[in-house]
């Protein structure tokens, strides 16, 4: 039973890192962005 749990829990984590890693990276490439879109004006 626990191990079921464990097994559901780890599941779960590994479908949530990537969109975490998604929302990292396009943070980061929005902030870039802004940088850019200031150094122009």
Same mark, same amino acid.
């Given at each position: 039973? /626990? ?6 829990? /780890? ?5 949530? /890192? ?24």
């Amino acid at each position: 039973r /626990i191990s079921a749990e464990k097994r559901e829990r /780890i599941a779960k984590l590994m479908l949530d /890192i990537p969109h975490m890693r998604l929302d990292y990276k396009k943070r980061r490439w929005e902030k870039k962005m802004n940088e850019k879109a200031k150094e122009d004006k």
